[in-house]
């Protein structure tokens, strides 16, 4: 009887896209049944931008949806939820309704599908997870979508929870508590200054304080990262835990190798807003490494001053650009199109692409790319640097502070952009990677060599498909 495991995801999209390729990749390398479960409130947006019949390339017997209620109010249809309420529905809404799934997978008269052997959870989703794998005594496996140095930087924050960051700069943070494991060149006075506070009321730092304590208390640990990227931080957490840790990435390489016949997997996708492929044909009439790529990804904001601040900064810059603007990215406001300033369509007519969404991967994929304006978030510091596109770094908050200092120090493949933003620091700064200059080819030299180590990681003897491997094996052993 074939194995079967059930795959949760952080409702959240760059989450559910890392946990998709993680499912579509134990589906064909060993072939575990999948059923992957989805919130009521994102399966209907899954359906809304793929199209009903999505489903019907999913392979037969073998591979499932599955929908469990997220207990949260009614809210915007094609928006992403906020934050805080996600962490709250993680936390204490869908325990019960997921315990409910597993019970109900495991009957006689589901689908055909086996009885569930493995249960396959993001780490942010262990509240709602263990629950159900201690019941039914399953095995569970943990997935963390970022960063190892961020996670590793999330571990070394309980020690703060007393101290004030003023007090911190004050003494100067002299001293080994202010170096993190596995970590050379970022040390605690590194950090956003939301982390490390005490404040009951903050649902999204408290949840993963207490996700970090259930780190490495799972079967094994998944790390969406590759080893070359992130070697030190990977060494030490092999030496903190005695449950095995896998850097296993970039997924989206690796699931790249399923072959297109292998049951339509690889056309299975899980955008939750529709695609344009407008703006890929507009990439083919642009000259090579000409584009810079701007993206704010699924759920950071900005104001409309900010985004004012960026479109004029964009249209001084004088290089072409292709930006996704989704409707709810300007704060407070239904369509963020409506907040751009008419001057910028002036000043950018014939050179600029907008869309609402797009495919990112083959964007940045495209030879006319040359750089990525981004948030930092962590499948889009992946992807970029696995196309070799220098980054442009501006940072909201959470890991993003972690993989901008990162890119732009450690991996020597960014620059930062202020963050009260102002339009002269845009050009300044769009001008210095875009304009062929020493600093600009540098940091294309930097992101290629990325690209490279990335390509070697999920090669045949690769350390991202040889603990691929030994994922399996731990696998099929439960």
């Known amino acids: 009887m074939k194995a079967h495991a059930v795959c949760l995801p952080f409702p959240a999209q760059s989450h559910i896209g890392a946990m998709l390729k993680l499912a579509k990749l134990l589906h064909h390398q060993i072939g575990l049944c999948i059923t992957f479960v989805n919130t009521e409130f994102n399966h209907r947006r899954l359906l809304a931008a793929r199209g009903a019949s999505f489903t019907a390339d999913l392979p037969a017997g073998s591979f499932q949806f599955a929908v469990i209620p997220d207990g949260l109010p009614p809210s915007e249809p094609n928006a992403t939820q906020s934050l805080a309420s996600l962490c709250e529905a993680a936390r204490y809404h869908m325990a019960p309704p997921f315990c409910t799934l597993i019970g109900d997978l495991n009957s006689p008269a589901s689908s055909g599908f086996p009885p569930v052997s493995l249960i396959v959870t993001d780490g942010v989703m262990k509240f709602s997870a263990d629950p159900a794998g201690v019941k039914f005594g399953i095995p569970v496996v943990e997935l963390y979508t970022v960063a190892a140095s961020f996670l590793m930087v999330s571990m070394k924050d309980p020690l703060l929870k007393d101290r004030s960051f003023a007090l911190l700069d004050r003494i100067g943070m002299a001293g080994e508590e202010n170096r993190i494991p596995g970590m050379k060149n970022i040390t605690l006075s590194d950090l956003p200054s939301s982390m490390g506070l005490p404040d009951p009321d903050n649902m999204i730092l408290n949840l993963m304080r207490d996700v970090m304590e259930r780190m490495g208390k799972a079967s094994a640990t998944i790390i969406h990262t590759f080893q070359a990227l992130e070697a030190d931080v990977m060494n030490a957490f092999s030496y903190m835990f005695d449950t095995p840790f896998y850097a296993i990435g970039p997924f989206h390489l690796l699931t790249a190798k399923i072959p297109a016949v292998d049951g339509g997997l690889n056309r299975i996708g899980c955008n939750l807003w529709k695609e344009d492929s407008e703006c890929l044909r507009w990439l083919n009439l642009q000259e090579p490494r000409s584009v810079l790529y701007i993206n704010f990804g699924s759920i950071a904001s900005l104001t409309t001053q900010q985004l004012v601040e960026f479109a004029m900064g964009i249209a001084g810059s004088n290089h072409p650009f292709l930006w996704i603007i989704r409707p709810d990215l300007v704060t407070g406001s239904p369509a963020a199109m409506e907040a751009l300033p008419p001057e910028f369509g002036e000043e950018t007519k014939g050179r600029g692409f907008i869309s609402e969404w797009c495919a990112q991967e083959e964007v940045l994929n495209h030879p006319s790319v040359g750089g990525f304006l981004t948030h930092c978030g962590w499948n889009s510091v992946l992807e970029s640097l696995s196309a070799g596109v220098p980054m442009l770094c501006w940072p909201c908050g959470g890991d993003q502070v972690i ?43 930097s992101a290629m060599a990325w690209k490279e180590k990335a390509m070697a990681a999920i090669g045949p003897l690769g350390s991202s498909s040889m603990n691929l491997d030994k994922l399996l094996q731990h696998v099929l052993s439960k």
């Open 403 to 445: 993989n901008s200092k990162y890119v732009c120090m450690e991996w020597e493949a960014g620059l930062e952009i202020d963050q009260d933003v102002k339009r002269h620091g845009v050009v300044s700064v769009v001008r210095e990677m875009m304009g062929g200059g020493e600093k600009g080819k540098h940091l294309m030299n």
